[in-house]
């Protein structure tokens, strides 16, 4: 299938070689136009490489990144949070065979790692790993190139293309002054391509689009399929000030990943609250009604805003690839977004 190249800010479609010997690929590709940086449309998330949830070996690591090359997937992204640098290492051992101008690759800065000194090392509370580190929110000018720093050593590479500030909703004052003031020196050095941050909320993120000069955000879980909160800040800012945005949680942190919610179904990292379980059923029915799966248009949805030129997924595994791939090449029919404007489960806005 060929593949297109579509311009985030003026919609134009145009052809596109992805990466590895001129084949053409299915995977699409967007720009972020402030950098002149292609993003695949589709992308991979990094977390679960960090052992998320659950632990997964390296070769099965190993294969579900080359499995997602060999997709068409060329933007991949990362941070020494996603199991204390495992995430990284592991794509170094990944990627190290392909050529590096062939794909984007982002990590983020903010949470340094410091080894602890002593004592039986436990399990970390959010990955499946030991706590052999701990982490120090560090926004200042010297903690973000120390973390850069190490980054770029367990990836085993001399750039990367895109860095985020991770998570920084405690911490404005410094991440907004010197945060971004060191990005935007590294990026004015040509350090690196692009700049961003990263966030599970829309609000602070708007802040940052209209207050500095990024050129990506990454926002998480706040424009999905279920729950739209970002037409009304993040999105408009973003087509107003020409920055582009990566989508990711597109799932709902899982509840949005299968045709019907599972027993158990997180959403934001915790149990679903039933609310929202029937409303992800409600829009399972209207999915099942146009023979479209939950998790296939949860996956397209966030792609038809002009402002978002990447979706990035987490996955552990070649299977998981595989199925999200079938996902993508699917086509949606516009009847099924338009019964759920109708019925009132996703905003007409949208």
Same mark, same amino acid.
């Given at each position: 299938?060929?593949?297109?190249?579509?311009d985030?800010?003026t919609?134009?479609?145009?052809?596109?070689?992805?990466?590895?010997?001129?084949?053409?690929r299915?995977?699409?590709?967007?720009?972020?136009?402030?950098?002149?940086l292609?993003?695949?449309?589709?992308?991979?998330?990094? %977390?679960? #490489?960090?052992? @998320?949830?659950?632990?997964?070996? *390296?070769?099965?690591?190993?294969?579900?990144? !080359?499995?997602? &090359? +060999?997709?068409?997937?060329?933007?991949?992204?990362?941070?020494?949070?996603?199991?204390?640098?495992?995430?990284?290492?592991?794509?170094a051992?990944?990627?190290?065979?392909?050529?590096?101008?062939?794909?984007v690759?982002?990590?983020?800065?903010?949470?340094?790692?410091?080894?602890?000194?002593?004592?039986?090392?436990?399990?970390?509370?959010?990955?499946?790993?030991?706590?052999?580190?701990?982490r120090?929110?560090?926004?200042?000018?010297?903690?973000?190139?120390?973390?850069?720093? %190490?980054? #770029?050593?367990? @990836?085993?590479?001399?750039?990367? *293309?895109?860095?985020?500030?991770?998570?920084? !909703?405690?911490? &404005? +004052?410094?991440?907004?002054?010197?945060?971004?003031?060191?990005?935007?020196?590294?990026r004015?050095?040509?350090?690196v391509?692009?700049?961003?941050?990263?966030?599970?909320?829309?609000?602070?993120?708007?802040?940052?689009?209209?207050?500095?000069?990024?050129?990506v955000?990454?926002?998480?879980?706040r424009?999905?399929?279920?729950?739209?909160?970002?037409?009304?800040?993040?999105?408009?800012?973003?087509?107003e000030?020409?920055?582009?945005?990566?989508?990711?949680?597109?799932?709902?942190?899982? #509840?949005?990943?299968?045709?019907?919610?599972?027993?158990?179904?997180?959403?934001?990292?915790?149990?679903?609250?039933?609310e929202?379980?029937?409303?992800?059923?409600?829009?399972?029915d209207?999915?099942?009604?146009?023979?479209?799966?939950?998790?296939?248009?949860?996956?397209?949805?966030?792609?038809?805003?002009?402002?978002?030129?990447?979706?990035?997924?987490?996955m552990n595994?070649?299977?998981?690839?595989?199925?999200?791939?079938?996902?993508?090449?699917?086509?949606?029919?516009?009847?099924?977004?338009?019964?759920?404007?109708?019925?009132?489960?996703?905003?007409?806005t949208?």
């Amino acid at each position: 299938m060929r593949s297109t190249r579509v311009d985030a800010a003026t919609g134009a479609v145009r052809p596109s070689r992805a990466s590895g010997g001129g084949e053409l690929r299915s995977v699409k590709t967007r720009t972020i136009t402030r950098a002149d940086l292609d993003l695949t449309e589709f992308s991979f998330g990094g %977390a679960p #490489l960090g052992n @998320l949830y659950q632990e997964i070996n *390296d070769d099965d690591a190993a294969s579900t990144l !080359d499995a997602a &090359w +060999e997709a068409g997937l060329r933007y991949f992204d990362t941070a020494p949070h996603y199991g204390l640098g495992l995430s990284e290492r592991r794509f170094a051992a990944g990627l190290s065979a392909r050529p590096r101008s062939e794909y984007v690759l982002s990590t983020k800065v903010g949470r340094r790692l410091i080894p602890r000194e002593s004592g039986p090392l436990g399990p970390d509370p959010d990955f499946a790993v030991p706590a052999s580190h701990k982490r120090v929110w560090d926004f200042s000018r010297d903690g973000i190139l120390r973390t850069l720093e %190490a980054s #770029l050593t367990r @990836l085993g590479t001399d750039h990367v *293309d895109i860095v985020y500030l991770h998570d920084p !909703d405690d911490h &404005w +004052e410094e991440a907004a002054s010197a945060g971004f003031g060191t990005l935007d020196e590294l990026r004015s050095q040509g350090v690196v391509r692009a700049i961003g941050v990263g966030m599970n909320q829309s609000a602070m993120l708007t802040r940052f689009v209209r207050e500095t000069d990024l050129d990506v955000v990454m926002l998480a879980g706040r424009y999905t399929l279920l729950e739209q909160g970002a037409l009304d800040d993040l999105l408009p800012a973003a087509l107003e000030r020409n920055t582009a945005v990566v989508a990711v949680g597109v799932f709902n942190s899982g #509840l949005l990943s299968q045709p019907r919610p599972a027993p158990g179904a997180k959403y934001n990292y915790a149990d679903a609250p039933a609310e929202l379980v029937r409303r992800a059923n409600d829009i399972a029915d209207v999915c099942e009604r146009h023979r479209v799966t939950l998790p296939a248009a949860a996956l397209h949805f966030p792609l038809m805003h002009p402002a978002v030129v990447s979706v990035a997924i987490g996955m552990n595994s070649a299977a998981q690839v595989e199925r999200n791939m079938d996902l993508y090449a699917l086509t949606i029919p516009a009847d099924l977004w338009d019964e759920l404007h109708e019925v009132g489960l996703v905003r007409r806005t949208a």
